[in-house]
């Protein structure tokens, strides 16, 4: 990892450290174009083609059988079928109490106006299923959905070398009760969410990260002429730790080995006054690679990664806000006194216990978060975004006079006499 000392850097040395690797698909975008449209024109056919083309797998059926579905649930041990389940429901609680509320007021006497919530009917959800198969990403998905009140939940996952999906996932989507499950990856099957295709059904709203050609497809598919509404662009993982002399080093490489293993894009950044915690998770972090099985691609997520020491918990807490993480652990001694200065990030974990995986995977929260420092403007996904506010509102002849007035005077002021006039008619109000 990269070492800088904040106070001796200049303000261009400094918003360099606020730039993240990867994120680009000027390079795809020629390939994700052509795939978006071979699956526009020939649906399941050109699912097919590019499947075979980039995932090296010709299926006739997109569907996993019934037998598929009961061998995963069989041959799982049970200790990892009660973990999904266990999960699930810290997950559901969380999210259960998300629930979006109506609202109804009274805007002036006789006019009343009201926002009603009604679930997104059809969603699309893509989980990522390669190198290593997300089921995690499926239960952050899909309990939300279903507490929304999705009508309908459509899976694509990526299959494997031999058209087999992982058990995991297959075990975890027929406990969620989604049955409307494909064996498909990349581009490809964020077009055939957003098209439809003889197999796949047009989804209203597509969800989930996954790789550059995913994110890329589902950019290209929220503008037209597709306009299939998106989540968020997933960019590459990362994770901020603030942490002073009161953290535990071996903890804190723990910590960014376990987001750097995400992939080679992924950025990992540790921000503290301690010089000695600094040298101290370097030596703990190297001792702990010689035994990561992935740990190829962590030492290439660290080459982009940073070290940094800062005055204080203050200024690193200053230099998190401006960074905008996706993750950020705050591992000092007074870690809840701190929650009141933290105005970006995506998901928080507060004291030296409360570990990033324990998000990503069980505690409630969800992991699919912004990245890129989109986090100063927005947050992670919740019920609400499977849902869609409405607007009501209704006038009465108490009310009518005065709202007519008011709105046929700003009408003229903007020149639209049609508006004004459409005013004027229902209202008392002539002059």
Not at 254 to 272: I, N, P
Not at 315 to 331: D, K, M, R, V
Request: glycine share 8%; charged share 20%; with cysteine.
């Amino acid at each position: 990892m990269k070492k800088f000392d904040y106070r001796s850097l200049n303000q261009s040395q400094r918003n360099a450290l606020l730039k993240r690797p990867g994120g680009e698909f000027t390079d795809i975008m020629p390939t994700v174009k052509e795939v978006l449209l071979g699956v526009s024109q020939h649906g399941d056919d050109g699912v097919r083609q590019y499947s075979r083309q980039f995932d090296g797998v010709d299926l006739s059926s997109f569907r996993p059988t019934e037998d598929e579905f009961a061998r995963a649930k069989s041959s799982l041990q049970e200790d990892t079928k009660q973990a999904i389940l266990d999960a699930a429901v810290s997950i559901r609680t969380y999210h259960a109490a998300q629930f979006p509320q109506s609202i109804e007021i009274q805007t002036r006497p006789g006019v009343e106006c009201r926002l009603e919530w009604r679930p997104i009917r059809r969603v699309g959800l893509y989980v990522p299923g390669g190198s290593a198969p997300l089921v995690s990403t499926l239960l952050m998905l899909a309990i939300p959905a279903r507490i929304a009140g999705c009508e309908e939940i459509v899976l694509c996952t990526p299959p494997q070398r031999d058209g087999s999906v992982s058990n995991e996932i297959l075990f975890a989507a027929d406990e969620l009760g989604i049955h409307s499950l494909f064996k498909i990856g990349g581009a490809q099957a964020v077009g055939a969410m957003a098209c439809g295709t003889e197999t796949v059904p047009k989804v209203d709203k597509i969800f989930g990260p996954g790789n550059r050609y995913v994110s890329a497809a589902k950019a290209l598919v929220a503008l037209p002429p597709y306009n299939v509404p998106i989540d968020m662009i997933a960019g590459p993982t990362e994770l901020l730790i603030i942490a002073d002399n009161s953290s535990d080093p071996k903890w804190i490489a723990s910590d960014l080995l376990s987001q750097a293993e995400h992939g080679v894009d992924s950025q990992v950044v540790l921000v503290t006054p301690s010089s000695s915690l600094a040298i101290e998770v370097e030596q703990s972090i190297e001792e702990q690679l010689s035994s990561l099985p992935r740990s190829t691609i962590a030492r290439q997520a660290l080459e982009s990664s940073a070290i940094i020491l800062v005055g204080s918990v203050d200024e690193a807490i200053e230099f998190s806000n401006q960074y905008a993480p996706e993750h950020l652990i705050i591992a000092t001694d007074s870690a809840s006194s701190l929650t009141g200065k933290i105005t970006n990030a995506g998901s928080v974990f507060l004291g030296p216990l409360t570990s990033v995986v324990f998000g990503d995977y069980a505690s409630g929260t969800n992991h699919t978060l912004p990245t890129g420092g989109s986090a100063s403007a927005t947050g992670g996904l919740t019920v609400g975004s499977f849902m869609k506010p409405i607007f009501f509102q209704t006038v009465s002849e108490k009310g009518l006079n005065s709202l007519a007035k008011t709105t046929a005077i700003l009408a003229e002021a903007e020149g639209l006499e049609g508006h004004a006039r459409a005013a004027r008619m229902r209202g008392t109000y002539r002059d």
